[in-house]
């Protein structure tokens, strides 16, 4: 039953969203601005909120990174390889496959699924990650797909550094930084509203990543997706788990939280990217929609592992 309390809320929401795109109570106009508000938003004023309130530590935790990163680069290069030798398929679509298989959804599934597991001590852990995550994940992939676009390497080096700056997620973990550095702490009608747009990151996030796997489905990419699915719910939080463990000897919450945080589904900043390009998208969407319908399941299998509930 506590298992069950802290999964069904999440993928819950995940399916009401998606039953409401089904019987077109809502559309996908409604499902790209809620993902527009979550990102730009809601998610940024949390993180800025957890930022704030968490006792970070003086020291970067680069055994933590390490063991996280270790697991990305395994499941990226494995997915890379399968696409490449099984599949015969192009350079720049094996980038999508690693890319799917190596960049976890925390925004929408992550955070508020961690939250609820591990409770207000995976603040710390969890920001952490979160700080880094996206950058380096999206400045791999731009990297490894280097010929895609006019310019070459210099720009795409170019286009990622305009993504990170302008990135709302990153704005407001810096922002949450710099209130810190300057000892200022938002009290008063200033906090009240952190708090209401904080508290809207989860369950907004949750119906809005329902919506949108209504909309890219699995369609004939099946195969490759479980592969990635694979991959991406099972082998890469083994790794970090592992490594952070018995490698890093860092403490259960921070291997607990590296664990549950590879374990979420394939990003939408996948598809996101592939849709830039123009290359991959159906195996990256096929990713997204069956890793998170499988998620229900290993993710209460991890917790299980974890002694969580």
Same mark, same amino acid.
């Given at each position: 039953?506590?298992?069950?309390? !802290? ?6 929401? !995940? ?44 020291? +970067? +935790? ?18 890379s390889?399968? #696409? ?16 799917? #298989?190596?960049? =976890?959804?925390t925004? %929408? &599934?992550?955070v ?9 001590? =995976?603040? &710390? ?10 950058? &380096?994940? %999206? ?29 709302? !997620?990153l ?7 710099? %209130? ?6 938002? =009290? ?18 949750? &119906? ?31 790794i ?47 990713? !997204? ?10 993710v ?10």
């Amino acid at each position: 039953m506590e298992l069950t309390a !802290i999964v069904a809320p999440v993928f819950g929401l !995940i399916g009401l969203g998606f039953f409401a795109a089904q019987v077109r109570l809502l559309t996908e106009r409604v499902g790209d601005g809620l993902a527009e508000y979550v990102f730009t938003l809601a998610i940024p004023f949390l993180l800025f909120r957890t930022i704030v309130d968490a006792d970070l530590p003086a020291e +970067p +935790p680069w055994g933590y990174w390490l063991s996280y990163f270790a697991g990305v680069a395994v499941a990226w290069s494995l997915a890379s390889l399968y #696409a490449r030798r099984i599949l015969a398929r192009s350079h720049t679509e094996s980038v999508i496959f690693g890319f799917s #298989a190596g960049q =976890a959804n925390t925004v %929408m &599934v992550g955070v508020p699924l961690i939250l609820k597991a591990v409770g207000q001590s =995976a603040g &710390v852990p969890l920001v952490l990650l979160l700080a880094v995550h996206l950058p &380096v994940t %999206m400045t791999v992939a731009t990297l490894l797909f280097e010929g895609a676009g006019p310019g070459g390497r210099r720009a795409a080096l170019l286009r990622v550094l305009r993504a990170v700056v302008s990135h709302p !997620i990153l704005i407001g973990i810096a922002a949450g930084l710099a %209130m810190r550095s300057f000892g200022a702490v938002p =009290a008063g009608p200033v906090k009240a509203v952190v708090d209401l747009m904080a508290g809207s990151a989860s369950p907004c996030s949750l &119906v809005a990543m329902g919506l949108a796997l209504h909309r890219y489905g699995i369609r004939h990419e099946w195969r490759a997706a479980l592969v990635i699915a694979a991959l991406k719910l099972v082998l890469h939080p083994l790794i970090v788990y592992v490594a952070a463990r018995y490698v890093f000897g860092l403490p259960p919450v921070w291997a607990n939280v590296g664990l549950l945080f590879a374990a979420c589904p394939s990003g939408i900043n996948a598809y996101l990217f592939a849709q830039r390009v123009k290359t991959g998208e159906s195996v990256a969407s096929a990713a !997204i929609s069956l890793s998170t319908g499988l998620a229900v399941f290993s993710v209460t299998g991890w917790l299980i592992f974890l002694g969580i509930g």
